[in-house]
C-alpha cells in the first residue's frame, strides 16, 4: 500500500491549491487529509467515503474546500481556495480499509495508511 501526496507550495493569500495524492495497493472505504502547522498538532482538514456519499469539513475549511476522487486512477484531491496564512502546514493524506463515520473521521489515529506530506505555505 501507497499514498503519497504532492501538489504543494507558496501561495499568495486569497488563492487556491490543490493537492492531489496517489493511493495504490489495495481498496479503501474512507479517506482523509490532515495537516500540521509548525508547532502545532496534527489537525482534521476533510473526509470522504470512497464512493464520495458522505464528506466531512473542519469548520477552519468549510465552504472554502473540496475533497475528491479521480475516478480516472483513483487520485485523492483536495482543493482549498481563498487561503489564509493560517492555511501553512504540511498537508497528508491518509486512507483506511474500513469505513469509518461522523466523528470518527477526525481522528488520526483511525487511520492506517498515511502519505508522507506535502508543504503548503501561504504568504500574506
Known amino acids: 500500500v501507497q499514498l503519497q501526496a504532492y501538489g504543494g507550495g507558496l501561495v499568495q493569500a486569497g488563492g487556491s491549491l490543490r493537492l492531489s495524492c496517489t493511493a495504490s495497493?489495495?481498496?479503501?472505504?474512507?479517506y482523509a487529509w490532515f495537516r500540521q502547522a509548525p508547532g502545532k498538532e496534527r489537525e482534521f482538514v476533510a473526509a470522504?467515503?470512497?464512493?464520495?456519499?458522505?464528506?466531512y469539513y473542519a469548520d477552519s475549511v468549510k465552504g472554502r474546500s473540496a475533497i475528491g476522487r479521480s475516478n480516472v486512477d483513483n487520485t485523492l484531491l483536495l482543493r482549498l481556495d481563498n487561503l489564509k496564512p493560517e492555511d501553512t502546514a504540511v498537508y497528508y493524506c491518509?486512507?483506511?480499509?474500513?469505513?469509518?463515520?461522523?466523528?470518527?473521521?477526525?481522528?488520526?489515529?483511525?487511520?492506517?495508511?498515511w502519505g508522507q506530506g506535502t508543504l503548503v505555505t501561504v504568504s500574506s
Open positions: 495497493g489495495r481498496p479503501f472505504s474512507i
Open positions: 470522504s467515503s470512497w464512493r464520495g456519499e458522505a464528506k
Open positions: 491518509a486512507a483506511r480499509a474500513e469505513y469509518l463515520s461522523g466523528t470518527m473521521t477526525r481522528l488520526g489515529s483511525m487511520y492506517e495508511y
